[in-house]
C-alpha cells in the first residue's frame, strides 16, 4: 500500500498556481515544506508535479537507471534561447552526446589551471575597483561578482573581453539575460492564451533573446577573423569531431552552448560568492578562521594554481555555503518506468512516468535527518575533517547528479577559490547594514538580495601590488583608513567614538559624546565597533560604548569582539589609546557586563592604554544615565591633559534658526534596514476595564521574512500628547519650524528645515527618566525661586526621580519659571530607540503577514502626576488604524527560541500577558501543520492572565481551535480567578499543580520556552527546581540546581521583554 502524496489546497482550473509565490518560489517550497513535509503534489493547470524535500527522497532518486533529468517547465521556455544546449537539452538529443563529450574535456583540472591567467586577470579588475572605492564606499556584492564571473567565463573560455567592470552598468547582455530567466520563469506558469495577448512583454522578450544573440554572433565572428593563440572552448565546438558518430557540431548548437556557458557559467557562481561573503560577514568566526588561513597559508603573495583546493577551511566555508544556498536551488527529474514506487521517511510513495518530479536541493539541504537539528546554523566545521567526505551518499547536491550533473563545477570551484583569497588578503568587508537578514531574489537561480558591503583596505600587512593599473599603494603601518574622514577643522584633534548597539542605548550615549566633542576641543568620528575591526586607529583617542546580549556581542560588534578576542600578537594594540563604557543589566547575573568586560581587557592585554576606568551602567539601576554622565566627565578631563585639548565655549553642538513655516517638512529615515509595513487590522483583545492588549496585523514591507520567534522591531513616534505637552511648555506654536546645523555627527536631520513637531515626535525620547546631569544643567539654568525643589531631585535622585521615572519634560512643568529653550532641551534628549515586539504568527499562516500581541502602556504615572503614563511605541501602534504605514524591520530571535524543524517534538510554553505572542507563533505554525497531515505532537501551554472573562488573550478563539485541533493543552492561571484554573494564581502555581504532565512532556523529550518579565521567569525556575528535587530525590538546592541545568541544556529557552 502506498501512501497518498498531500496537495495544498488549489482553485478549480489553476490548481496551485497561486499557491506559490511568482517572484520567490524557492521560499514557498520552503514553506510548504515545513507544513506538508518530505513530499507533497502540486496542480498546476491540471498537471501534477511532485515535489520532493527530504534526503531519503532524493538519494533514492539520484538513480540514472530510474529517473532521468526532465527538462521542466520553466527550462522548456529557456530553450527559447538555448535550444538544444547542455543545459536544457531533452535527454534523447543527440547533439547533448555530441557536445558533452567534446567538451568535458576542456573542464579537466589541467584545462581549468590553464585558465588561471584569465581568472586573475578580472579578478584583479574586481580588487582593483574596491580598492579604489575605499572603505565607505557601499558595494553591491552580487552586482560585482557577476561582472567578475561573467567576464571571466567569457574571456577564459571565449577569450572574448566583455569589460564589465568598465561600465557603469551591468553589461547589457547581463541585463537581457536577466530578464529573459525571470520571463521564462513566469511564462511557464502561465496560461498559453493570455501570454499570446501580452505583446509587449512578448516583444520584449524577443529583444532579450536578440541581444543575447548578438554577443554569440559576435564571439563567433571575432573567433573566426582572429583565432586565439590557446584553442578554447569555441575552437573546440568549431573544430572538434565527435569520437562516436564521426561528427561536427552543426553551427546551431555551438551558438545554443555558447549562450548556455554565458548564461550557466556565470549567474550561479556570482551567487555562490555573494552567499560566501554574506554567511562570513553574519559568522565572525568564521570569518576569522578563515581569514587566518589565508594569512597562514598565503600571506601577501599572489595566490596560485598551486593554492586551489589546498586551504580546507576555505572549502569547508563554501561547501557550507552551498549547502545553505544552492544558487541552482532545485532540479527535475523523471521516472524512466512507470509505477515508480519511493520510500521515504513516512511512508512509500507512487510516482508516474514522465511526470516531473522537483528535488528541491535547498530543501533537501535543510533535512535535519543529515545535517541536525541545528540545520539553518552556518557551520563550515561540519565540512570540515573528514566530515564531508563521510556524508551520505547524495546529501551534498549543489551541482546536480550524474550525466547530467554540472559541467562547469571544476571552473566555478577555482574561480571562486581564487577570487575569494584574493579579496580576503586586502579588504576587511563589513555589511553596510549589521542588522541585514537574507533576502532571496530567484531567477532561475538564488542570490542574496539588497545585500550591501563595505571593503576596508587591509591596513595590518604591505598591500599587494596587482597589476600596473593598480591604485596607489599605502605604507604598511600608515594611519588606519577608518581615519580618512576625519577632518579636524578649526585645530580640533581627531578623536574617534565607537559604540555596539541593538537597542541604542550606547548609540545613543556616543551620539552624546560626539556632539559634545567640538565644545572640548575634538572633533570626533563616530561609527560602529564592526567597522574598527582590524582597524583601530591611533592618532587619537579611542572612546568605546557598548552593551551584552546573553553575554554576546551587539549586532554591529560581532566582528569587533571576535577579532579582540582572538589576535595573537603581544603587541597588536601598541599605540592605541582608549576607554570603554558598559550600557547592560544586572538581571542578566552571569552575563552582566561580559562584553564591556571582555573588550576593555582585550585592549589592554595587548598593549593599548587605558584613560579612564571601564564605565559601568546598570539598565535596571537608578544609576545608569548618571553613571554615564560621570564616565563622561572623568573622559572629558583626562583627554584635556592628556591631549592638552582647549575647550571652547563657542564651539557649541547644534545651532538652531527659525525659518519661514511654509516650507516643506524634512522626512528622514533613521533605521537603514527599516521598511514600511501596512495595518491590515489592529483589535483589542481584552474586555473594557483590564490593562489593555491588542493584536495587530501587519503586511510586511516587501521582500521582508521570517520565522515563528522572530521580532519586529519598530520606530515609533512619541504620543502626540506628550509631544504637544512639550510644544506648550516652549511656548512654540504646532507650525514652528526650525533648521539645524551642527559642528558634530547628529542624529538630527540637520540643513533643512523641520517642524518642531516632527521633531520632537520622531527623533528625541521625552519620556526617559531625567539624569543627573540634566538637573545639574536645568539648576544652573533655574532662577532663585526654583533652586531648592530642583537640589532636593539631585539629593534624592533614586527615589523622586528615577523611580517614578520623571523626565526633563516633567520637571521643565513643575517649574515653569525656568527659561529653557529648544537647543538646550534637544542636547539633554536621547534619541528616539527603536522597540522589539515578539512576531505572534508563522510565516505558515502568511509568509508576507506578521502580527503582534501587544501589551499598551497606559497607566497613572508613577511620579504622581495628573498625566496617565504612555508608553512610546505601545501608545504608537495602539493607536494605528488599516491603512497606516509603520516603519519596522524583522530582527531574528536567539537560534533556541524557535519551534523545532520536527513538529513531532512537544513543546512546554510557559508565559503571561503578552508574553504568550512567540507562543502564539509556535501554535499557529503547528496548527498549520497538523492540517497539512504532518504528525504534530501536542504541546503544553501554560499562561497567567487575569480573568477568564477579561484578559485571556485568544483563549476563545484561535486557543480553543488550536486545543480543539489537539495542537495544545492549555494550562491557565488567572490570578483573579483562582477557582477557575485549578486554585492556581500564578502559572508556576500550575506547573507544580500539573508536574505529573510536565514530567511526562519532558520525558517525551519536549523542548521548553519561557516568555514574559523577568519575574515570571525567576518564578518558573524556582519551581521547576522544586520539581527536580522531588523526581530525582535531591535536598540540596544548589545540586538541584546544577543537574537542572545539565538535564535541560539545549532544551530550555527563553525570552525576556526587558
Ligand atoms: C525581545 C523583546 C520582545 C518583546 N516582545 C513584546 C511583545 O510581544 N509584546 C509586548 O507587548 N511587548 C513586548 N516587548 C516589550 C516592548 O519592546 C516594549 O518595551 C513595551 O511595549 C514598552 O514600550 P513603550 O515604548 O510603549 O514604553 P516606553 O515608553 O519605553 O516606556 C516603558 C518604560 O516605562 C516604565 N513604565 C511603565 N509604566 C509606567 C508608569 N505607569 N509610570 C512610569 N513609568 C512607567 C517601564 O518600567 C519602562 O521602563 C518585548 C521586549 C523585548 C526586549
Ligand atoms: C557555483 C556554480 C555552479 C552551480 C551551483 C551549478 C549548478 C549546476 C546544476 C545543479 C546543474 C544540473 C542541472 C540539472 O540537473 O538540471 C548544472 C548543469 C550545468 N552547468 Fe553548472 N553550476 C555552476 C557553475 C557552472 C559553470 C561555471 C559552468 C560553465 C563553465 C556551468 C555549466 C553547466 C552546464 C553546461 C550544465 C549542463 C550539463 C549537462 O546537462 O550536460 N555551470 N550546473
Ligand atoms: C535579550 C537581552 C539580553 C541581554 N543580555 C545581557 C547580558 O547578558 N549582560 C548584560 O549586562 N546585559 C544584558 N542585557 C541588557 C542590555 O545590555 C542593556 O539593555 C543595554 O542597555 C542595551 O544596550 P543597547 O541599547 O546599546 O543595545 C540584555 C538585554 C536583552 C533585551
Wanted: hydrophobic residues 40%; contains cysteine.
Amino acid at each position: 500500500m502506498t501512501t497518498p502524496i498531500p496537495q495544498p489546497p488549489g482553485v478549480p482550473f489553476l490548481g496551485n498556481v497561486n499557491t506559490i509565490d511568482r517572484d520567490l518560489p524557492i521560499k514557498s517550497f520552503e514553506l510548504l515544506t515545513q507544513q506538508y513535509g518530505e513530499i507533497f503534489q502540486l496542480n498546476i493547470f491540471g498537471a501534477r508535479r511532485i515535489i520532493i524535500n527530504s534526503y531519503k527522497l532524493q538519494a533514492e532518486m539520484s538513480d540514472e537507471k530510474r529517473f532521468i533529468k526532465n527538462i521542466s517547465a520553466n527550462l522548456k521556455q529557456v530553450r527559447a534561447a538555448a535550444s538544444d544546449g547542455l543545459f536544457t537539452a531533452f535527454p534523447d538529443e543527440p547533439n547533448w552526446g555530441k557536445a558533452h563529450r567534446l567538451l568535458m574535456p576542456c573542464f579537466g583540472t589541467a584545462a581549468i589551471f590553464g585558465m588561471y591567467d584569465g581568472m586573475m586577470d578580472i579578478i584583479d579588475q574586481l580588487v582593483t575597483k574596491w580598492e579604489r572605492f575605499g572603505p565607505h564606499e557601499d558595494i553591491d556584492p552580487a552586482a560585482d561578482f557577476t561582472r567578475l564571473t561573467l567576464d571571466a567565463i567569457a574571456l577564459c573560455s571565449m577569450s572574448y573581453r566583455l569589460n564589465s567592470f568598465y561600465r557603469e552598468e551591468p553589461h547589457p547582455f547581463a541585463i537581457a539575460m536577466t530578464d529573459f530567466l525571470l520571463e521564462s520563469g513566469r511564462r511557464s506558469a502561465r496560461n498559453a492564451l493570455v501570454q499570446a495577448i501580452m505583446t509587449q512583454t512578448n516583444a520584449k522578450y524577443e529583444a532579450d533573446i536578440a541581444t543575447m544573440g548578438q554577443l554569440v554572433s559576435s564571439i563567433l565572428e571575432d573567433h573566426k577573423i582572429r583565432p586565439p593563440a590557446k584553442p578554447d572552448l569555441v575552437t573546440v565546438m568549431l573544430n572538434g569531431v565527435d569520437k562516436e558518430t564521426r561528427e561536427k557540431l552543426p553551427e546551431e548548437n555551438i551558438r545554443a552552448n555558447l549562450l548556455t556557458f554565458l548564461i550557466a557559467g556565470h549567474e550561479t557562481t556570482s551567487g555562490m560568492l555573494t552567499f560566501v561573503v554574506y554567511y562570513l560577514l553574519k559568522n565572525p568566526e568564521a570569518m576569522r578562521k578563515l581569514r587566518d588561513e589565508i594569512d597562514t597559508k598565503i600571506g601577501g603573495r599572489r595566490v596560485t594554481t598551486k593554492d586551489v583546493n589546498q586551504l580546507p577551511y576555505l572549502l569547508a566555508v563554501m561547501r557550507e555555503a552551498m549547502r545553505l544556498g544552492p544558487t541552482a536551488p532545485a532540479r527535475s527529474v523523471t521516472p524512466i518506468h512507470d509505477d515508480a514506487v519511493v520510500t521515504g521517511n513516512n511512508g512509500q510513495y507512487l510516482l508516474h512516468k514522465d511526470e516531473p518530479c522537483i528535488l528541491v536541493t535547498f530543501n533537501v539541504h535543510r533535512d535535519p535527518k543529515v545535517w541536525g537539528d541545528d540545520v539553518l546554523e552556518f557551520k563550515p566545521e561540519r565540512m570540515l575533517d573528514g566530515k564531508f567526505e563521510a556524508l551520505p551518499p547524495n546529501a551534498w547536491q549543489p551541482f546536480g547528479f550524474g550525466l547530467r550533473g554540472c559541467i562547469g563545477r571544476p571552473f566555478a570551484w577555482q574561480e571562486a577559490q581564487l577570487a575569494l583569497i584574493s579579496i580576503f588578503q586586502r579588504f576587511d568587508l563589513v555589511m553596510r547594514d549589521p542588522t541585514y537578514e537574507l533576502e532571496i531574489k530567484q531567477t532561475l537561480t538564488i542570490k542574496p538580495h539588497n545585500f550591501y558591503v563595505r571593503a576596508i583596505p587591509r591596513t595590518d600587512r604591505p598591500r599587494m601590488l596587482l597589476n600596473p593599473s593598480s591604485a596607489p599603494i599605502a605604507a604598511p603601518g600608515e594611519p588606519a583608513q577608518i581615519a580618512s574622514d576625519v577632518s579636524p577643522a578649526n585645530g580640533l584633534k581627531p578623536m574617534y567614538v565607537f559604540y555596539g548597539s541593538n537597542t541604542g542605548n550606547s548609540e545613543s550615549f556616543a551620539q552624546r559624546i560626539v556632539s559634545a566633542a567640538p565644545t572640548h576641543g575634538f572633533a570626533a568620528t563616530l561609527s560602529t565597533l564592526d567597522m574598527a575591526a582590524e582597524h583601530l586607529p591611533k592618532d587619537g583617542p579611542v572612546l568605546i560604548l557598548t552593551a551584552s546580549f546573553e553575554g554576546l556581542p551587539a549586532d554591529n560588534a560581532k566582528h569587533f569582539v571576535e577579532w579582540a578576542e582572538n589576535v595573537k600578537a603581544a603587541d597588536a594594540f601598541a599605540g592605541i589609546k582608549y576607554g570603554v563604557f558598559g550600557c547592560g543589566n544586572t538581571d542578566w547575573v552571569s552575563t552582566y557586563q561580559r562584553v564591556p568586560k571582555l573588550i576593555d581587557d582585550a585592549l589592554e592585554a595587548r598593549g593599548a592604554i587605558r584613560l579612564v576606568d571601564r564605565g559601568v551602567g546598570d539598565a535596571a539601576s537608578a544609576e545608569f544615565f548618571d553613571a554615564f554622565d560621570k564616565w563622561e566627565e572623568m573622559v572629558w578631563a583626562k583627554l584635556s591633559t592628556e591631549y592638552g585639548a582647549v575647550k571652547s565655549e563657542q564651539a557649541v553642538g547644534l545651532e538652531i534658526k527659525t525659518v519661514s513655516s511654509s516650507v516643506v517638512r524634512a522626512e528622514l529615515l533613521r533605521q537603514r534596514d527599516m521598511g514600511f509595513g501596512t495595518v491590515i487590522e489592529n483589535k483589542v483583545l481584552t474586555a473594557e476595564g483590564h490593562p489593555p492588549k491588542m493584536h495587530i496585523e501587519l503586511a510586511l514591507p516587501e521582500g521582508f521574512t521570517y520565522r515563528a520567534g522572530d521580532y519586529l522591531a519598530i520606530l515609533p513616534t512619541n504620543p502626540e500628547r506628550t509631544v504637544r505637552r512639550a510644544m506648550a511648555r516652549l511656548n512654540l506654536d504646532s507650525d514652528a519650524e526650525i533648521e539645524i546645523s551642527s559642528t558634530a555627527p547628529t542624529h538630527f536631520p540637520t540643513g533643512k528645515p523641520v517642524s518642531v513637531f516632527n521633531l520632537l515626535s520622531g527623533y528625541v525620547e521625552l519620556q526617559q527618566p531625567a539624569t543627573q546631569r540634566d538637573l545639574e544643567a536645568l539648576i544652573a539654568a533655574a532662577p532663585e525661586t526654583a533652586q531648592a525643589a530642583l537640589k532636593d531631585l539631585v539629593a534624592n535622585y533614586a527615589d523622586k526621580v528615577f523611580a517614578p521615572r520623571l523626565s526633563v519634560l516633567d520637571v521643565l512643568e513643575e517649574q515653569p519659571s525656568i527659561p529653557l529653550t529648544l537647543g538646550p532641551l534637544l542636547h539633554m534628549l536621547p534619541a528616539m530607540r527603536i522597540r522589539q515586539y515578539s512576531i505572534s504568527s508563522s510565516p505558515l499562516w502568511n509568509p508576507t503577514h506578521a502580527t503582534l500581541t501587544l501589551a499598551v502602556v497606559d497607566a497613572p504615572a508613577r511620579s504622581g502626576r495628573t498625566e496617565p503614563y504612555l508608553g512610546v511605541a505601545s501608545t504608537y501602534l495602539a493607536s494605528l488604524r488599516g491603512g497606516d504605514k509603520v516603519q519596522c524591520a524583522v530582527r531574528p530571535s536567539a537560534a533556541a527560541f524557535h519551534p523545532p524543524t520536527d513538529p513531532g517534538v512537544p513543546l512546554v510554553m510557559i508565559c503571561a500577558g503578552s508574553g504568550l505572542a512567540p507562543m502564539r507563533g509556535f501554535l499557529q505554525e503547528r496548527a498549520e501543520q497538523k492540517r497539512a497531515g504532518r504528525a504534530v505532537a501536542a504541546s503544553l501551554l501554560f499562561f497567567g492572565c487575569r480573568d477568564p472573562r477579561g484578559d485571556f488573550l485568544y483563549g476563545d478563539a484561535e486557543l480553543k481551535e488550536w486545543a480543539e485541533l489537539g495542537v495544545v493543552d492549555v494550562r491557565p492561571a488567572f490570578s483573579r480567578c483562582v477557582g477557575e484554573s485549578a486554585g492556581c494564581r500564578y502559572v508556576h502555581d500550575r506547573i507544580g499543580h500539573d508536574k505529573a504532565e510536565v514530567v511526562a512532556a519532558y520525558d517525551a523529550g519536549a523542548k521548553f520556552f519561557v516568555c514574559g518579565s523577568g519575574r515570571i521567569l525567576q518564578g518558573v525556575k524556582e519551581t521547576i527546581v522544586e520539581l527536580v528535587k522531588e523526581v530525582r530525590g535531591i535536598s540540596d538546592e544548589v545540586e538541584a540546581q546544577k543537574l537542572l541545568n545539565h538535564i535541560m541544556q539545549g532544551r530550555f529557552a527563553t525570552d525576556i521583554f526587558e
